[in-house]
C-alpha cells in the first residue's frame, strides 16, 4: 500500500496495489475447505513469490525492517520475505475464518493473556490495535472476551466488491464507516452505554489530526483521534494485539488501560506508540504496513498543538 493525493478532495488517501481484487480473495476463500496446514503452507509458498510483483512495497518492507531490526544483508532479505509469508497466512485465516461463528475459532486461539483488563471494566473502553497478524480476528474476540457490542471504525471500503470477506456485522460487532457524518456522535454515544469502540492506530491520515511521535529513533506520524475519544467519553484505552506463535497458533495481548485526561493525549499516544514498538520488535514480520511509515506523505510537517478543549477525532484507516 502507498499513499497519494486525493484529486477531489486535496488531501491524501490510501490506495491498495492491483492485486487487491476480488479475484484473489475468492481464490483464497475457495481453498478454505483445505486442511489448515495445508492451506497455510500453499499461502506462505504464495506470500514467498509476491515480492516479485510488488517491488515497492518490498522496497518499502526492507527500509522498515532494516531501521527496526539493524540487520543487513542475507539476514534482512529472509525477514522481508517473511513478511509477505506471514501476511499471506494470516490473509488467509482471515478469508476462511470471518464468517464463522466465533465459538468455531478456538482452535486458531494459542493464548489470550491480558483478558481481564477488559473484564473488570464497567465503562466502556476505546480499544487501539495495529496492522500486526490478524487483527480482525482479534476484534472479534475482544468483542467476546469483553462482553460488549463493539464499533469497529473502518475506512469505506475501496472495492465495494471485497466487503463480505473484509467485514461482517455478527455477535456483537458493528462496522461504522469513518466518513458517517455523526460518527463523533454516535461513538461518544456507545462509548458512555458501556460499549467498545476498536481503531486501528498505526497509520496516519494526513490531517491535522496526525501528530510526530519517536518511532524506532525516529519520528513517524499517528493518528490522535482515538486518545481524543477516549478522553472525551471518559473511558479508558486498551491496546491490543494478535499475533501467530511458534504453532501457527494466534496470541491475543490485551494491555492494562492507559487513563486519558485532559492535556494527557499526546501522552497517551506516547505510550501506545511504545507498545506498538515493542511488538514490532518481537515480531518485525508480522507488521503489514507497505510502505513508509516515517513519511507517508513526502517530509513531515511540524506537529500541531493539541488544545485542551480539542473534540474527538475517531479517523482510522485499515
Known sequence: MSAATDPLGGRPRWYRHPYNRATLYRFAEALSWMPRGLRLRLARRVGQLAPRFLPAERQAVRKTLELVTGTS??????????????????????????????????????????????????????????????????????????????HVVVAPEEVPELERWVRRDAEGMRFVPRTHPSIGAELLGALRRGDAVALQGDRALGTRGDVQIPFFGRPAPFPLGPFLLARAARVPLVPAFCVLDGRYRYAVRISAPIAVGRGEEWDAARAWVAQLEGVVREHPTQWFNFFDVWTPFGEPAPSPVVSRSAGPAPETRR
Request: aromatic content about 6%.
Open 73 to 150: 544483508g542475507a539476514r534482512l532479505e529472509k525477514l522481508t520475505a517473511g513478511v509477505f509469508s506471514d501476511f499471506a497466512m494470516c490473509f488467509s485465516d482471515l478469508v476462511s475464518t470471518n464468517r464463522q461463528p466465533t465459538a468455531r475459532l478456538s482452535g486458531y486461539i494459542g493464548s489470550v493473556t491480558g483478558a481481564e483488563h477488559v473484564r473488570g471494566l464497567s465503562s466502556g473502553i476505546v480499544s487501539v490495535t495495529a496492522h500486526v497478524g490478524n487483527w480482525e480476528l482479534a476484534g472479534r474476540l475482544l468483542a467476546d472476551h469483553s462482553a460488549r457490542r463493539t
